[in-house]
Nanobody, 115 residues
Framework: QVQLVESGGGLVQPGGSLRLSCAVS????????MGWYRQAPGKERELVAR???????NYADSVKDRFAISRDNAKTRVYLQMNRLKPEDTAVYYC?????????WGQGTQVTVSS
């Protein structure tokens, strides 16, 4: 089993910044991808950004040039730096990892962008 714990959410004004962090622990032996998804009220969960390990990084079009995903070399933490936040970024943000064919999710952290 793999456990994910997010932190760093909160309330921020439009134009502000937040940094989300996800601690990854447990039976980690061959992670294929690490990333962040979000779900706004009444909407489906959507990809925000992900690292396909050893290959590429993907971003949703809506966050390109504003958000940046990164991870530590030990693959025990993944981060999401969010800049120039907009009200439409308000959502619960979920950390996700893929190991072999198994998907693991964190409990989610609320991000609210409002004045």
């Amino acid at each position: 089993q793999v456990q994910l714990v997010e932190s760093g959410g909160g309330l921020v004004q439009p134009g502000g910044s937040l940094r989300l962090s996800c601690a990854v622990s447990g039976s980690i032996f061959r992670l294929n991808a690490m990333g962040w998804y979000r779900q706004a009220p009444g909407k489906e969960r959507e990809l925000v950004a992900r690292i396909i390990i050893g290959r590429t990084i993907n971003y949703a079009d809506s966050v390109k040039d504003r958000f940046a995903i990164s991870r530590d070399n030990a693959k025990t933490r993944v981060y999401l730096q969010m800049n120039r936040l907009k009200p439409e970024d308000t959502a619960v943000y979920y950390c996700h990892v893929l190991q072999d064919n198994d998907n693991y999710w964190g409990q989610g952290t609320q991000v609210t962008v409002s004045s």
